[in-house]
C-alpha cells in the first residue's frame, strides 16, 4: 500500500507541477518506528492508523489544468476507458483490451496475454483461429488505431510514438506504417490525400 500511494504521489506530482503538495496522507497500518522519510518524501503530515489509505487534497486540484496535458493521448486514454466500461464477454475482445493495455509498456506478447488470461499462447491462437484471426492480427489492428491518434501531434517525436507502439526503433515503426498504409508517416502529416487514404485503410 506504501508504494502504491507513493507511486500515485509522483503521478500526481508529474501532472499538477511540483510546487503541489497534498494536505495529507493517511495510512491504515500502524506507524513505523521512523516517521521522517515519509514526511520528507510526501512534503506533509503523514498518519498512520487511519480509517483508510488515502492522499488528501483540495477539492480544487482536480480542476487544476496538468503541465504535461496531451490532447491527442487524452483522446487515447478517453477511448480506452471507454473500452473498459464496455468489457467485451469474448475471448478475442479480451485479447484486444489486453493489447491495448501491454503496449505502451514494451511487454505486449503472445505469451504475456495468455499469462493474464490464465492459459497458454497455443488456447490463445487457437480459440482467435476460431474467430478467422491471429494474435499478430490483433497487435496489427490496435497499433493501426493508435497511430492515427498519436501522430495527429506533430510535436511528438517518432522515438516516442515508436515506444509507445512496442516497437524496438523508430525505423520498425516507419517500415510497418508505410507496409500498412502505403505512406510515410512524414507524407500523412504534410499530405491531405495521405491523411485520408490512411483514415480508410484503418
Not at 514526511?39 to 492508523?49: K, L, P
Not at 490463445?124 to 491518434?149: G, H, I, K, P, T
Request: glycine residues 6%; proline residues 4%.
Amino acid at each position: 500500500m506504501e508504494l502504491l500511494i507513493g507511486v500515485a504521489y509522483r503521478i500526481l506530482t508529474a501532472f499538477l507541477g511540483s510546487g503541489w503538495r497534498p494536505l495529507d496522507v493517511h495510512f491504515a497500518h500502524p506507524p513505523p518506528r521512523n516517521r521522517e522519510t515519509y514526511r520528507r518524501f510526501f512534503n506533509c503530515n503523514v498518519a498512520f492508523g487511519a480509517e483508510f489509505d488515502a492522499i488528501i487534497c483540495p477539492t480544487i486540484d482536480l480542476d487544476r489544468p496538468m503541465a504535461a496535458a496531451d490532447a491527442s493521448m487524452a483522446r487515447y486514454a478517453q477511448s480506452y476507458i471507454e473500452t473498459i466500461a464496455a468489457r467485451s464477454a469474448t475471448f478475442d475482445g479480451k485479447v484486444r483490451e489486453l493489447v491495448a493495455a501491454l503496449l505502451p509498456t514494451g511487454r505486449c506478447s503472445l505469451e504475456r496475454v495468455a499469462q493474464h488470461l490464465g492459459c497458454d499462447g497455443r488456447t490463445v491462437q487457437r480459440r482467435l483461429a476460431e474467430r478467422s484471426m491471429n494474435f499478430s492480427q490483433v497487435v496489427d489492428a490496435q497499433r493501426a488505431e493508435m497511430v492515427v491518434r498519436l501522430i495527429e501531434d506533430k510535436s511528438r517525436s517518432l522515438p516516442a510514438v515508436a515506444e509507445l507502439l512496442g516497437f524496438s526503433a523508430q525505423s520498425a515503426l516507419a517500415r510497418w506504417f508505410r507496409e500498412r498504409f502505403g505512406c510515410s508517416i512524414t507524407q500523412w502529416r504534410t499530405d491531405p490525400r495521405h491523411r485520408l487514404l490512411v483514415e480508410k485503410t484503418g
